[in-house]
């Protein structure tokens, strides 16, 4: 029976432990927190949305998309689903796909995993920071800050990203893999919260408003989002403004553009503010156009609009002033400063390079080394298709290193 080193305990870890264990091998997971999967707590507002029906590369973004389908082929979602029925969890999908543990409990989920590693006999060393991981005299040799050290016929990394530094050890696992001859691409904070520096967001914070929302390069839009955008002090946030922060990378000169009605073309949107100027024209504007939008949005448009709500009337209103609160209404621009730091992220964007990795996840620099998870670089969007990611990257690591140890 061959040894395999697993360094990370979070989703991917534990998925690539079990499967190399039932694959035969005698798997230690070193994991620097006290306790292992803290982060998969705190998933899906903890209910973990675990996967999703829906696999398909356009739910992912990394450098090399060529390289990621190619492995995403190998991930069907009942990889997922059929990996947690064999361990004992039902889960459940919902209208849009997204798969959660049938109870919706993201702790029942990290209960399911902690007894399954138990049967199989997995060794769990928590508290273990590794900080050196180096082939040498025919097998793999890592150790901990704590003075620890272990010895493997394989090792699996699966170390995790940047983000969420509060639920793991963060960032360490790049460093490793650079060790094995391993290069980065850029990282940077996922599905997070976006900075904006409009000056009406201060008097807009706490308002969630369902629209579209699209980032703009240079005034080229790159994406478009619909749901309900949460407006801050600092920015804008909510699930539109995570998926676009997916894509902003290394933009320049990026906006948001939100429109309030994207279900009516400029031109209605036009009409729709002439009629009402028409049929109330001694009417102050903020009853001319209450009942639209949220009452502070409308505000802060007419403001932006160089319209005063209080002292002006309907019949005063030229017509280029309602073109202009028309055409705010369907594209609000706020520039943006970048994304909210590693805090707020739930992932990391960028990471090892996929050209560096085997089908089976095994390392092109160095056999026997196998990576898996976020520490890759692979970021899915909002939905499950970060854990399906990290669970399925860690089963296909742990049955490579499991073969590859049975030598
Ligand atoms: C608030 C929040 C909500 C989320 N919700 C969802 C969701 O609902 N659905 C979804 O698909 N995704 C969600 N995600 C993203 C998802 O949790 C991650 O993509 C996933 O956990 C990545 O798995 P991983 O195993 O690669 O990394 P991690 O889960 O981060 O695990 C890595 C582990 O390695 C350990 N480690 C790191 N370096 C070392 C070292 N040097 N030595 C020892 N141990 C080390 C860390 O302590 C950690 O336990 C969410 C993330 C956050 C922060």
Redesign the pocket.
Request: some cysteine; proline content about 2%.
């Given at each position: 029976m061959k040894k395999i080193l697993v360094?990370?305990?979070?989703?991917?870890?534990?998925a690539a432990a079990l499967s190399a264990a039932e694959a035969g091998g005698r798997v230690t997971i070193?994991?620097?927190?006290s306790r292992?999967?803290?982060?998969?707590l705190?998933?899906?507002?903890g209910?973990?949305?675990?996967?999703n029906t829906r696999i398909a590369p356009e739910y992912y973004h990394t450098a090399r998309p060529d390289r990621l389908e190619a492995l995403l082929e190998q991930m069907p979602a009942t990889l997922t689903t059929d990996f947690f029925a064999h361990w004992g969890l039902m889960t459940m999908a919902d209208e849009a796909g997204r798969l959660y543990p049938y109870c919706r409990q993201a702790s029942m989920v990290v209960d399911v995993l902690l007894l399954a590693l138990q049967r199989c006999g997995v060794v769990m060393e928590t508290g273990?920071?590794?900080?050196e991981a180096l082939w040498e005299r025919g097998a793999f040799t890592v150790k901990?800050s704590q003075g620890g050290s272990w010895r493997g016929d394989a090792l699996i990394l699966?170390?995790?990203?940047k983000?969420?530094p509060k639920?793991?050890?963060?960032?360490?696992?790049y460093a490793?893999a650079k060790g094995f001859g391993h290069s980065c691409t850029p990282l940077y904070p996922c599905?997070t919260a976006l900075r904006c520096t409009h000056p009406a967001l201060r008097g807009l914070k706490g308002i969630r408003v369902l629209c579209t929302a699209a980032l703009c390069s240079n005034g080229r839009e790159i994406a478009r989002e619909a749901g309900e955008l949460q407006l801050t002090e600092y920015g804008v946030s909510g699930i539109p403004a995570m998926q676009l922060s997916c894509r902003l990378g290394a933009q320049k000169d990026t906006e948001i553009s939100v429109d309030f009605f994207p279900d009516c073309s400029a031109g209605d949107m036009r009409t729709l503010l002439n009629r009402r100027a028409a049929e109330y024209p001694g009417g102050a504007l903020e009853d001319v156009f209450l009942g639209l939008l949220h009452k502070r949005i409308m505000y802060a448009l007419m403001k932006e609009a160089g319209l005063s709500p209080l002292s002006r009337t309907a019949r005063t209103l030229r017509l280029e002033e309602l073109a202009r609160l028309a055409a705010l209404l369907k594209d609000w621009r706020l520039p943006v400063g970048g994304p909210m730091g590693w805090e707020q992220?739930?992932?990391t964007g960028g990471g090892v390079a996929l050209q560096e990795i085997g089908d089976d996840f095994q390392s092109r620099c160095c056999p026997g080394l196998y990576l898996?998870?976020?520490?890759l670089d692979t970021v899915?969007e909002?939905?499950?298709?970060?854990?399906?990611?990290?669970w399925c990257s860690?089963i296909l690591a742990g049955r490579g290193a499991a073969g590859e140890a049975e030598i």
């Open positions: 360094v990370g305990g979070g989703a991917a870890g534990i070193l994991e620097g927190q292992p999967a803290k982060k998969l705190v998933t899906g507002n209910r973990c949305n675990l996967g273990c920071a590794v900080t901990s699966t170390t995790g990203g983000a969420a639920q793991s050890l963060s960032g360490a696992g490793l599905l992220a739930q992932v898996a998870g976020e520490v899915g909002c939905g499950g298709y970060n854990l399906h990611w990290a860690g």
